[in-house]
């Protein structure tokens, strides 16, 4: 039996400096996608909090193994979702700056960003997806 892993407590200003200053990156599946994301640090066993920045493109599109809560900073997005089970419970909404919302494990979601500056948001992924993400300059110089 596993012992249970207990996490540290974590603490992020979010620092636009550190997403203006990250590489690009692409979306696998989305040829001619962009996006920037930075780890905050807290990257636990309960969560990881990323903070990212989507841009005006191709849609993205995702299937979430994972429960995900976004906070907008930033830009517009339009999102569709398609929730599990079946996919048959679907919808679009417009996030904005000051929306949050919650992405269900195993929903499929599409991002469109409709501004022209990036759809910069915070993102909480829990349990930890272990995405592969570059901790934020801010905190890796700590």
Known sequence: MDALKWGRFGIYRCEDGDLDNAPDMEFPFAAGSRF????????????????EDFYKGPDIVWTLAHDEVQYVVS????????LPPLMLETGKVIAEPGCVYLLPRGCRVVWRVLSDEPFR???????????PIPVAASVAGK
Do not use: F, K, W
């Open 75 to 82: 830009g517009r997005a339009e999102i569709e979702y398609h």
């Open 36 to 51: 920037r994301a930075v780890n905050t640090g807290i990257n636990e066993p309960a969560c990881q909090i990323n903070y």
């Open 121 to 131: 948001h915070l993102c909480v992924t829990y349990p930890n997806p272990g995405y």
